[in-house]
């Protein structure tokens, strides 16, 4: 076996199993379970992993991935040849083809990254989350252990008291902390002074008698800087606090260096203090916790009221009605330009469109010029297909489309990169099985109530917070990458997206990218997304393919 992660509940599956260790660790435990129930064995643990198993009696190999896809795998098949890692820089090393995936780069240019079981080269692939992959005498099969839509309860729910679901609730998320504190090395928790993060060193100082480590990284970016709120939630529970401050120059210094770590293309800018903090938190700790997957279960995010709004929209107007506001927002001027593509987008599967639009990322029609495509081929728009004909609100839906996607494909991946980096190891609570489907089977009225978002994490946070702390406005991660493009790093837009280069490279129309660099130093700032994700991927094509 070759495995790489956590099973934090082993001591309770080696008595289940009757298993008696020889060691301390999680992997003698992993190996000696499957050897007794194969496969199965996998519904009994609770944790975050990427395993490989070469079954010596029946001569099988297999490969694991956790449910929800915290650790990652990558695998290279052609004739005869497989080879698979955690990461892909890993397998490029090898002699082997690298043939861009023009598919792919269709679904990075209308998402900010390349969706799970796809790959940007051809031939490349990942083992989704909830899968294993099986090979035998040469042939391999890939098959689903753990289907999370299978696991959402039949309408209607029954109705839950708030008392009885916070206690409930308040229970699984302790046991997910006290879990996660398993370890023979430090230990600490990030926390920015928002719910998630707050809730979760709440709990993980509840279950020490001593300050638990905390750590918080205050930035120097007008607008964007957490610290001080971070400071009075350590302070309330007299955790043991440190806060670093870095400068936009730290941010700056390292962006033509972060396709180093991210070994494929992803747009996300909140990367670069990503890694920052992971770099500052490794020199405290070696193990900590984090708060994703809270905003995905409790609906914490803005594009839930503005799909609302939107989809009324289109639902009772024909086009005339749009066409006419579109019209007017971008007769006033820059600021509203962008806010006026929300009337252009498609009425077939507008969720998809509109999570594209809310990341700036670039239209299904933007990337057909780009790429000089008669068609395109967006995975993401049958992810959503699948959801909306389930009976469920629309809250519901996106809800589980940001769990399915967003949350699997963009913030674990964004994190484990992060912190593998920096030699630190990071666990995610709010990810525990039990509380995953708890969590999102719950009334959507312990979600979202009278405009608060986030409601049931709230009401439970009041136990430990006072109001003002709980019910704060939510902040995002900084990254100001329009500002940075417009001044620092203007000259990334002259160096990567050279007209002569891309003209060469061959993969984009270069007409299309002089247009948007144009629109964008005249004033249109929305593109700077766009503009930071061609950036990206021309860094990243520079390093992987013409210098390998």
């Known amino acids: 076996m070759v495995y ?79 080879v698979f890692a955690s990461e892909l820089k890993a397998i490029l090393k090898l002699p082997i083809e690298k043939k861009i995936n023009k598919t792919a780069v269709q679904n990075y240019l209308f998402l900010e990254y390349v969706p799970d079981a796809h790959c940007i080269l051809e031939n490349f692939y990942k083992i989704p989350k909830g899968h294993y992959l099986v090979w035998e005498n040469g042939k391999t099969t890939i098959k689903q252990y753990y289907n999370f839509f299978e696991k959402i309860a039949t309408r209607p729910l029954p109705h839950k008291n708030e008392n009885e679901a916070l206690d409930e609730f308040e229970a699984l998320l302790s046991s997910a902390v006290r879990y996660r504190q398993i370890s023979d090395v430090p230990i600490g928790a990030f926390l920015s002074g928002g719910t998630d993060s707050s809730l979760i060193c709440a709990l993980f100082q509840k279950q020490n008698t001593n300050p638990v480590n905390t750590f918080t990284i205050g930035f120097d970016v007008t607008g964007y800087d957490e610290s001080a709120y971070a400071a009075q939630v350590a302070q309330i529970l007299k955790t043991n606090h440190s806060e670093t401050r870095l400068t936009e120059k730290n941010s700056i210094d390292i962006v033509e260096n972060i396709v180093d770590y991210y070994d494929e293309p992803f747009a996300a800018p909140s990367t670069i203090p990503s890694y920052l903090v992971c770099n500052v938190a490794r020199k405290n ?17 803005g594009h839930y009221g503005l799909y609302h709004k939107i989809k009324r929209i289109f639902r009772f107007d024909a086009g005339l009605g749009r066409h006419l506001i579109k019209s007017v927002l971008q007769q006033m001027g820059n600021r509203y330009n962008r806010a006026s593509r929300l009337f252009d987008l498609p009425s077939e599967n507008l969720m998809a469109h509109l999570w594209s639009e809310q990341q700036y990322m670039f239209s299904e029609k933007e990337i057909q010029k780009l790429l000089n495509a008669n068609e395109t081929h967006l995975s993401i728009k049958d992810n959503w297909s699948e959801i909306d004909k389930m009976a469920l609100s629309d809250f519901e839906k996106i809800s589980l489309f940001d769990i399915d996607q967003y949350l699997a494909n963009n913030l674990l991946y964004k994190m484990d990169i992060a912190s593998m980096a920096s030699a630190l190891e990071v666990r995610t609570p709010y990810l525990d099985y039990r509380l995953m489907e708890y969590s999102y089977n719950l009334p959507e009225s312990l979600k979202i109530k009278n405009g608060t978002a986030k409601y049931l994490m709230k009401k439970l946070l009041e136990r430990y917070l006072p109001n003002d702390l709980v019910y704060r406005r939510k902040w995002g991660f900084p990254a100001p990458i329009g500002k940075w493009l417009s001044g620092e790093l203007s000259y990334l837009i002259d160096k990567w997206l050279d007209i002569q280069k891309i003209k060469q490279q061959g993969l984009f129309n270069e007409q299309e990218i002089n247009r948007y660099i144009k629109e964008f130093r005249s004033g249109r700032e929305f593109h700077d997304k766009r503009l930071w994700s061609l950036i990206f991927f021309q860094m990243w094509y520079a390093k992987y393919i013409e210098a390998q």
């Open 4 to 82: 790489n992660g956590e099973v934090y509940n082993y001591k309770e599956i080696a008595v289940q199993y009757n298993i008696s260790p020889r060691t301390t660790s999680d992997s003698e435990i992993i190996i000696e379970a499957f050897a007794q129930k194969g496969i199965a064995c996998l519904n009994d643990f609770n944790g975050m992993f990427a395993i490989a198993i070469w079954d010596t009696v029946d001569k099988k190999f297999y490969l694991i991935r956790d449910r929800f896809g915290v650790k990652p795998i990558v695998c290279y098949q052609k004739d005869d040849d497989f």
């Open 285 to 301: 700790v070696t193990v900590a916790m984090s708060g994703d997957g809270g905003d995905e279960l409790f609906m914490g995010y």
